[in-house]
């Protein structure tokens, strides 16, 4: 098979699939290495197919162009064995987090794309954390970290907001 025809069934795959595919899936489907299917990923988007990474793999960026979604940004501090509660929290509540940001003093922002909705997805992301004992980015500034967050409308955002204030996962400078 040639890439441009294994780049379309990828494409094919992702737009049928709810859940993200892993580099690693794609590459056993197709017989490849995953270094090829990362490079069938990048073609896809350099020619304009809106596809996400997420820790889970690759996703297609189309819930927004068909549903209509109220999204901010929220600024968190908290220490890595709040993580859960915090994700918890916002997930419980209707929301949806879309990402990490960090503000580093030698590279600038650095994020993360998490997208993360469900109950499912926070196990998935906890369980990678503990198995791989990687460093969240949180640690690299203190436990400041923003956050872009999905949800239905202002009010549920502002319930988000109130609720990680009160668990003192809210950031607010006092000074």
Same mark, same amino acid.
């Given at each position: 098979?040639?890439?441009?025809?294994?780049?379309?069934? &990828? +494409?094919?795959?992702?737009? *049928?699939?709810? !859940? *993200?595919? /892993?580099?690693?899936? #794609?590459?056993?489907?197709? =017989?490849? /290495?995953?270094? &090829?299917?990362? =490079?069938?990923?990048?073609?896809?988007? *350099? /020619?304009?197919?809106?596809?996400?990474?997420?820790?889970?793999? +690759?996703?297609?960026?189309?819930?927004?162009?068909?549903?209509? +979604?109220?999204?901010?940004?929220?600024?968190?501090? !908290?220490?890595?064995?709040?993580?859960?509660?915090?994700?918890?929290?916002?997930?419980?509540?209707? =929301?949806?987090?879309?990402?990490?940001?960090?503000? !580093?003093?030698?590279?600038?922002? @650095?994020?993360?794309? #998490?997208?993360?909705?469900?109950?499912?997805?926070?196990?998935?992301?906890?369980?990678? +954390? &503990?198995?791989?004992?990687?460093?969240?980015? #949180?640690?690299?500034?203190? =436990?400041?970290?923003?956050?872009?967050?999905?949800?239905?409308?202002?009010?549920?955002?502002?319930? @988000?907001?109130?609720?990680?204030?009160?668990?003192? &996962? #809210?950031? !607010?400078?006092? /000074?």
């Amino acid at each position: 098979m040639v890439g441009e025809e294994r780049r379309a069934q &990828i +494409y094919t795959l992702l737009m *049928a699939s709810k !859940h *993200a595919l /892993s580099a690693t899936s #794609l590459a056993e489907k197709f =017989g490849v /290495s995953r270094q &090829i299917i990362v =490079g069938d990923i990048a073609l896809l988007r *350099a /020619s304009g197919k809106e596809i996400m990474a997420t820790s889970r793999g +690759y996703r297609l960026n189309n819930d927004v162009q068909t549903e209509k +979604y109220f999204e901010r940004k929220i600024v968190c501090q !908290h220490t890595q064995e709040q993580t859960k509660q915090e994700l918890q929290l916002i997930v419980d509540l209707g =929301g949806e987090i879309l990402d990490v940001t960090v503000e !580093h003093p030698l590279y600038g922002e @650095i994020s993360g794309g #998490l997208h993360i909705k469900t109950d499912s997805d926070i196990q998935n992301f906890m369980k990678t +954390y &503990i198995n791989t004992k990687a460093s969240l980015l #949180l640690t690299l500034t203190n =436990g400041i970290h923003l956050h872009t967050i999905r949800c239905k409308d202002l009010e549920v955002f502002e319930q @988000i907001k109130k609720e990680l204030l009160a668990a003192s &996962i #809210l950031y !607010h400078n006092e /000074s």
